[in-house]
């Protein structure tokens, strides 16, 4: 069974790559999203668990920042230029898994004052359900297309050229 590259990572280096690239932010993200559920249904916007939240979701956005910026050069763009992809479910994986980034750094950047100042607290307060529960849509996708075995579609036409 040939697997997608982000299984690979995944799988390579246990426990290690598991942690750092999957339980870290979805760890992160998840606690995010219980915690917001608990601000919004309570509408209590300030006191520790707002800050645990805001702590959180800075360290979510820098530390994702963190992984897609040593995965993009190192994986994404030599398994794009040599051609060294496992069909098309390998690239929705890889790529869905590194769009986290458009959700999390921008989650980062709200709590840090960086975006968003203009608008109100209950904006900002929709702003950061959506980009936490945008990235847990996408890393959902990545995990599900992640754990497809690539060779159960290797024999479609327009990909042919992409099989390893």
């Known amino acids: ?85 496992h069909t098309w479910v390998d690239v929705v994986a890889v790529g869905f898994y590194l769009s986290g980034v458009f959700f999390l750094l921008p989650l980062a950047l709200l709590e840090l004052g960086i975006i968003g100042r203009k608008r109100s607290g209950e904006e900002r307060l929709k702003l950061h359900f959506v980009l936490v529960s945008g990235f847990l849509v996408v890393a959902h996708i990545a995990m599900i297309f992640g754990m497809i075995d690539p060779e159960i579609v290797g024999g479609m036409d327009s990909m042919s050229n992409m099989n390893h």
């Open 1 to 85: 069974m040939t697997m997608t590259h982000y299984m690979s990572l995944l799988a390579d280096n246990q426990p290690w790559n598991l942690i750092l690239f999957m339980a870290i932010p979805v760890i992160f993200a998840e606690t995010i999203t219980v915690t917001e559920f608990i601000l919004l249904f309570t509408r209590k916007l300030d006191g520790p668990l707002r800050a645990f939240n805001k702590i959180c979701s800075i360290l979510a956005g820098l530390y994702f920042t963190g992984i897609f910026l040593y995965l993009f050069p190192t994986a994404f763009v030599p398994l794009t230029v040599n051609g060294e992809w």
